[in-house]
C-alpha cells in the first residue's frame, strides 16, 4: 500500500506541467503568480517583500521632497527620524542617477 502512495508521488512530480496540479493563489501584490509584473517572485526572493516595501516608501518620500515638503513634515508622515528621510532620499536619487547613466552609454 505504502508503495502504491510513493509511486503516485513520483509520478506525480514527473508530470508535465499542464498535468501538475498547480493552484495559482497569488500574493498580497499580484491575485495570480502566472499574471504578476514582477519579473521575480517576491517571496521567493530573500527579503523581497522588504526590500520591494522600502524601495518604494523612499520613492514615495522622493515625491514628496519633489512636492515641497520638508524633510521634517516627511519624517512625521512616515513616523521615522529626519536623518532617515534623508538617508532613504539619497539613496533613491542614487540609484535613479546609476539607471540614468547606464541608459546614457
Known sequence: MDETIEMEQRLLWDSLPEEFPYEDKGCEFSPSCLNCPFPECLEEEPWGKEKFLKRRRAERMLELKREGKSI????R???VSPRTVQRWIKAIANQGSKVKNKNDK
Open 72 to 75: 521634517k513634515e516627511i519624517a
Open 77 to 79: 508622515i512616515f513616523e
